[in-house]
């Protein structure tokens, strides 16, 4: 087995580091257990949380890729069916059903490290305290609502329907496209519960998983504070300023360890969670746990987005069930509050989760001719004849180019250095830094690559080259420049800089090059380049660093081959990005070959939790 299992090394279809797991878990007349603890592992580094025992057959086994070698590691396992599996796997001294501490747990016919099946069982333990919530009677609630809300009963207004979810429940969970009005829910949801409190003291906290995300929310919701028309006590509650999760948790510097945990839980009564799609099952792990058991909490997010780079998709897995529908007491309970007459289409009995999900239908951003949003809905519902038809109709805000040799890929990245012309007009003439912000927010090239020509390293080169050549730019061997853009990629707690932030650079008075970030509350933090975490050239970033912010004009760069991480979701998530137009340097062939295949992420979490049921 262990030489099959090297073949499988050389095709990369396994790594070293999972034959040596397999091998501390497995004993030398174990060969089935060897392969499932080293498939379990390179399972769980491609961002799964669990493997489901019919992957081990015959059929699935590599994924379909390099059938005659998953044959013969099939043959030497024993051939072994998911019945015998089960058994087998449950014989195995590292192997139990989690009620004792082994490194393997076996549960409902899915592997897991005993680390996954722990954080997974503490979300569901955590949905279980998903209990009714009030501040108010429900009389007072809907009055509420309705001084918030003025649209007329006949005409269902879905931020109305979130707010009201929000606030009856413990746990809520809102999931809406850019454009749905997530942040108004927020500014309103803030102030109904401050006027719900009386207008009382109340621990309120606004978070997102990374620093962009964290300053688009507090930028929002500042502008939403000067709309809601607050009273001078409401101002002095109502919360403007979001943090990143690491810094919320009050992660320690190159250790897993959070200052706030079950022992220390954070102090809140309240916490709004925004992109939480981004949210991987350890970072929800880590913070259920600092939360106290009285905290009401708001994940908000987008399901149809990327999920994180790490295991699991814990957001989507729980919006999900909106499938569901809401229980017939829950419908009658929001008609009430909201004025309106969902219908009930589901028997009583409903998941412990479905009555606490609104999912968000109507777009405030784009008119019903914008082709980002018929483009985006589209790609959701795999709808491909209309996916072909806006992209070659040459709409005012979605264009399309193809290019087949080198020359025409130069040539059209040359065009984009009219989307940095005015952001280096601006740093030549010496305007201030949150100028320079807005500017350069306006355009982004976004690819789905690190390496390679599609890659962000070779875009980032060529841009660099062509700036530099159109006189825009100029830069020694030390490769510093007024305006360069970077972002950072590793965490840094003490410099309280995290994975994502967007940096840009200028000289200071000692004419010594600094890098000037944008915090969440609207100061500017420089930094030397000397004490710079790890970092990249930003004029290109992937797909999945984008999450959490949105520009005027985004440039899709894909490359002209297929590969796994090109995906529905990659691309959607991609094209909602940009605000005003869209432009896409792509194979049409592999852009709908993309768009059919889905991202998924095994987890046993909707398997467990659809066992959880109650009838209010």
């Not at 079950?262 to 600092?290: F, K, T, W």
């Amino acid at each position: 087995m262990r030489t099959l299992l090297n073949q499988a090394i050389t095709f990369n279809l396994m790594t070293s580091l999972d034959i040596q797991f397999a091998s501390m878990i497995a004993k030398k007349n174990e060969p089935d257990i060897l392969l499932a603890a080293a498939y379990l592992s390179s399972y769980t580094r491609a961002g799964h949380v669990c493997l489901m025992l019919e992957q081990l057959q015959v059929s699935q086994l590599f994924s379909g890729q390099k059938p005659e070698l998953a044959k013969a590691v099939w043959i030497a396992s024993g051939k072994l069916d998911v019945l015998c599996w089960n058994k087998r796997l449950m014989q195995c001294s590292a192997v139990s059903d989690g009620s004792s501490p082994t490194p393997l747990v076996l549960q409902n016919e899915c592997l897991y490290l005993h680390r996954m099946w722990k954080n997974e069982s503490n979300v569901i333990e955590f949905i279980k305290t998903n209990h009714p919530y009030q501040l108010a009677d429900k009389s007072r609630i809907r009055s509420t609502l309705n001084q918030l809300f003025s649209s007329p009963s006949y005409k269902i207004n879905w931020q109305k329907i979130a707010v009201a979810v929000a606030l009856t429940r413990r746990i809520s969970i809102i999931s809406g496209a850019p454009g749905t009005g997530k942040t108004t829910i927020v500014g309103k949801l803030l102030l109904a519960l401050l006027q719900l409190n009386n207008n009382n003291k109340f621990r309120i906290q606004l978070s997102a998983p990374t620093g962009k995300s964290a300053a688009r929310l507090t930028t929002s919701l500042q502008s939403m504070c000067d709309q809601l028309m607050l009273t001078k006590k409401q101002k002095a509650l109502f919360p403007t300023q979001a943090i990143t999760l690491h810094r919320l948790l009050g992660a320690k510097f190159n250790t897993r360890n959070m200052r706030y945990n079950q022992n220390n839980p954070l102090h809140l009564d309240v916490l709004v969670v925004d992109e939480a799609s981004m949210i991987d099952l350890s970072m929800m792990n880590y913070l259920i746990q600092a939360l106290q058991k009285w905290t009401k909490v708001i994940f908000l997010g987008d399901s149809h987005q990327l999920s994180s780079l790490e295991s699991g998709a814990v957001f989507s897995d729980l919006c999900s069930f909106s499938t569901e529908g809401y229980s017939k007491i829950r419908t009658k309970e929001l008609n009430y509050l909201t004025g309106y007459l969902l219908k009930n289409k589901k028997k009583q009995s409903t998941s412990m989760i479905s009555n606490s999900i609104c999912m968000l239908r109507k777009n405030y951003r784009f008119n019903v001719k914008s082709g980002i949003s018929q483009l985006s809905k589209a790609i959701n519902v795999s709808d491909i004849k209309k996916v072909k038809k806006i992209i070659d109709s040459n709409l005012n805000d979605v264009t399309y180019y193809f290019f087949k040799t080198e020359l025409e890929y130069q040539l059209l990245l040359k065009t984009h250095l009219m989307g940095y012309y005015n952001y280096f007009k601006n740093v030549h003439s010496k305007f201030d830094i949150i100028t320079l912000f807005s500017s350069f927010r306006r355009f982004q090239i976004l690819c789905a690559l690190r390496e390679g020509p599609f890659g962000t390293f070779h875009v980032n080169q060529q841009i660099e080259f062509l700036l530099q050549h159109a006189g825009l730019i100029h830069y020694s061997s030390r490769q510093w420049y007024s305006g360069k853009p970077i972002m950072i990629t590793r965490n840094d707690s003490f410099l309280e800089l995290f994975n994502g932030d967007i940096g840009i650079t200028l000289l200071d008075e000692k004419k010594d090059f600094r890098v000037n970030f944008l915090l969440p509350n609207g100061s500017i933090k420089s930094i030397h380049t000397n004490r710079l975490p790890m970092h990249e050239t930003a004029y290109a970033i992937t797909v999945h660093k984008s999450q959490g912010s949105e520009f005027d004009h985004v440039t899709l760069i894909l490359p002209n081959y297929s590969l796994p991480i090109l995906t529905r979701e990659l691309i959607y998530t991609a094209i909602t990005r940009a605000r005003y137009y869209l432009s896409l340097y792509i194979n049409k062939k592999i852009f709908i070959q993309s768009i059919c295949t889905f991202m998924h992420r095994n987890s046993g979490l909707i398997k467990r939790l659809k066992m959880l049921k109650y009838k209010k």
